[in-house]
């Protein structure tokens, strides 16, 4: 039996839309696993010299953890991944390789989960801690998680054409949510109530308005101090006038191109020669799985 699930980034807060906005970005991590070759695992692609063969791995254990949910064992096996999606760079890394760790377990033991989408949502949350980027990478497009654990899931405007400006250099979400102050003011609160309604018009219905949506008091303030580097392109960006926010953690940053300007290039943000700028489109739909051979594997 073989299994293979594709899962795609997401870019989670979306400026003032803090723990509940995600959107889907097509750059996918690749996973497959299969039950009659020989056991082992395997990486190509971001990160791939740096992680774990042992099944320590963030893949690995999500997959133990579902399977000893059902007090059920998985044999030994071989599993092939190819990541597309840089690590620890604030783009969900973890959100794909936890969904894929549900879906691939799901599929090999007829578990039924991989075949809902709102079903591999929930688990996956659950182990992440957080849901804005295993809602997006679940369900695709653009979506709001509710705290309650219900999630809508919003068609983006056609013209969206995300360019994610990407550090050579990684955090954690635990380091980047160690900095945050708590409590916020009320200021800041009622602030982003309102630039997250307009961001949902803007990311859905208007784009001209990104650039007035994309206004945080939350959380990118007390994140950018503590990576001066990506404070000072992001402000580069915003005194030209282009929609930029944090994605996610970060480090890297979410901007928004436009027909009638040139391309964003790093010398002309001021970033780094060993930065790089992705333009992957948004990704429609959520995770993908394809399965090949009968029946469950014990």
Do not use: Y
């Not at 039924?112 to 709102?118: A, K, L, M, R, V």
């Not at 945080?216 to 926010?245: F, K, Q, S, T, Y």
């Amino acid at each position: 039996m073989r299994v293979t699930v594709r899962v795609p980034a997401t870019s989670a807060n979306l400026g003032p839309g803090f723990d509940c906005f995600g959107l889907a970005l097509d750059l996918c991590n690749e996973v497959t696993v299969d039950t009659s070759g020989p056991a082992g695992i395997t990486w190509e692609g971001e990160g791939a010299q740096h992680l774990p063969v042992d099944g320590s791995d963030l893949i690995g254990r999500v997959m133990a953890a579902v399977a000893g949910r059902m007090s059920l064992p998985i044999a030994p096996l071989a599993r092939r991944a190819r990541n597309l999606i840089p690590l620890a760079s604030g783009l969900g890394s973890s959100a794909a390789a936890t969904i894929a760790g549900v879906v691939v377990t799901s599929a090999l033991l007829d578990l039924g989960i991989h075949e809902d989408p709102t079903s591999v949502f929930a688990i996956a949350a659950e182990i992440e801690g957080h849901p804005d980027n295993v809602a997006a990478a679940a369900f695709g497009g653009f979506t709001i998680a509710l705290p309650d654990g219900a999630v809508r899931r919003l068609d983006p405007h056609p013209d969206l054409r995300p360019a994610v400006v990407v550090p050579d250099f990684g955090t954690t979400t635990a380091a980047a949510r160690a900095v945050l102050p708590d409590p916020v003011s009320r200021a800041a609160a009622v602030a982003n109530v309102a630039h997250a309604a307009l961001a949902v018009e803007a990311l859905t219905r208007d784009p001209a308005l990104l650039f007035a949506a994309l206004v945080d008091r939350l959380h990118e303030d007390a994140r950018l101090a503590a990576i001066p580097d990506v404070a000072e392109v992001i402000g580069e960006l915003r005194r030209a006038h282009v929609p930029v926010c944090v994605s996610g953690a970060g480090p890297s940053l979410l901007a928004f191109e436009r027909d009638d300007r040139p391309p964003l290039t790093l010398e002309a943000i001021g970033a780094p020669s060993s930065w790089r700028i992705l333009r992957p489109g948004v990704r429609p739909k959520g995770f993908h799985v394809e399965i090949d051979g009968d029946g469950p594997a014990g």
